[in-house]
């Protein structure tokens, strides 16, 4: 074992794959439910986007969460590792015909809806199939994420959701309509969210929003906050599991939820990414005029997050114990974004050397592509190995 890694049982494998440290997965969803549990109607959805690894999805099941998906092909990931469809919801704002269909057939618990002739085409296909749907409105709150401009979900000049001010139209057109039924709200404001304050605006706004309801006598069953709580993403080892307790707190504290109203989550990122690493090898050290760089058989194609949002990763060398130097750690696609790191502090580096891409289970193996025709990385588990 060096750290986490059982790096005998990697010496032979092929690289690059994902490897995800089971034991911290469930540690990091005991938490959640810990601190959940805490608080009367709390229930929490995971984000399927974030990972859907069939061995991962899994362990999030047996831990009795729901999940949140926002695509056909996530209800089918779903449903296929046992989620019940009672516990599935379902966002998006371009959701097509058979996606719909599908959630009807399966009888999912709620389409969180985000424009009005979205709701008049669920309407129409859970009419021809005898049935009523129940739907939430995404509403976009208006309030800004301190976070990377390219996740940033909930303010007034993003595509998703509905404008505040059309609320009761929406609810309206709802009720004019008799094969959905109206039963909550709906918000996501963005993505690796570690300021609490950001998530108190949002309490702010649905307790605002709320008594509005109230004023014309609307009921609303379910509120939705979404997900977003962020990870530490420098110090993977240190801080292995989100402070889920504060984030619940916050939520407990600041949102007044009425009498029998439940409010959900649906946290995707918080759940997953720490106990995912890409495991890659060395196969070059090249000298350049001004710096080393460390070229890995790795590459955007199975991470690619570095090139999409400048994210960082902790990297680690697992195979050597000798002194720093420093490098750049490059891929080996034939695009100039193909960097995971520059200038970091690596072990001494050389061919051969099993190089751990930390905090990579959550938008990782899910987004990797075959650019270059490249393979897809394998994703093990721990207790496979
Ligand atoms: C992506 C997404 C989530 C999960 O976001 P995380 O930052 O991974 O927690 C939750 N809800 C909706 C609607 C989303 O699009």
Avoid at 128 to 135: D, F, L, Y
Avoid at 225 to 242: A, C
Avoid at 329 to 341: K, L, N, Q, R, Y
């Amino acid at each position: 074992m060096k750290g986490i890694f059982p790096v005998d049982k990697f010496a032979d494998m092929r690289t690059p794959f994902y490897y995800y440290d089971i034991d911290l997965l469930r540690k990091t969803l005991e938490a959640i439910n810990d601190e959940a549990r805490r608080h009367e109607g709390f229930c929490v959805h995971y984000a399927i986007k974030a990972n859907a690894n069939p061995k991962v999805l899994r362990v999030i099941r047996q831990a009795g969460l729901g999940a949140d998906c926002v695509s056909g092909g996530e209800i089918e990931a779903s449903i296929k590792a046992g989620f019940p469809a009672s516990k599935i919801v379902y966002a998006g704002v371009g959701k097509s015909d058979w996606e719909i269909n599908l959630g009807l057939d399966n009888d999912i618990f709620c389409f969180n809806v985000e424009s009005i002739p979205e709701l008049e085409v669920i309407n129409e296909l859970a009419a021809k199939k005898g049935k009523v749907a129940n739907v939430a409105f995404r509403l976009n709150p208006n309030v800004g994420a301190h976070t990377h401009a390219n996740i940033t979900t909930g303010l007034a000049e993003n595509k998703f959701g509905i404008a505040m001010r059309d609320m009761f139209d929406v609810i309206e057109k709802a009720d004019s309509l008799s094969n959905v039924s109206f039963v909550g709200l709906h918000f996501h404001i963005g993505s690796q969210i570690l300021d609490m304050g950001d998530f108190q605006a949002l309490c702010n706004r649905v307790n605002e929003l709320q008594q509005q309801l109230e004023s014309r006598r609307i009921i609303v069953k379910h509120i939705n906050v979404g997900g977003g709580l962020g990870v530490d993403y420098e110090h993977p080892n240190r801080v292995p599991i989100p402070d889920f307790k504060a984030y619940f707190d916050t939520f407990a504290k600041r949102l007044k939820l009425r009498p029998g109203q439940t409010l959900h989550f649906e946290l995707g990122r918080a759940v997953v990414a720490q106990c995912g690493s890409l495991l890659t090898r060395t196969l070059y050290i090249k000298e350049g005029a001004t710096k080393k760089f460390a070229i890995v058989d790795a590459g955007f194609t199975d991470l690619i997050r570095p090139a999409l949002y400048q994210a960082y990763h902790k990297i680690e060398n697992i195979s050597s114990d000798e002194a720093p130097e420093t490098y750049d750690v490059v891929g080996p696609i034939c695009e100039s974004t193909d960097v995971f790191a520059k200038q970091i502090d690596l072990n001494a580096t050389k061919r051969g050397d099993l190089l751990a891409i930390r905090s990579a289970g959550a938008y990782g193996e899910i987004m990797a592509s075959q650019y270059n025709c490249r393979p897809l990385p394998v994703g093990y588990i721990s207790d496979e190995l």
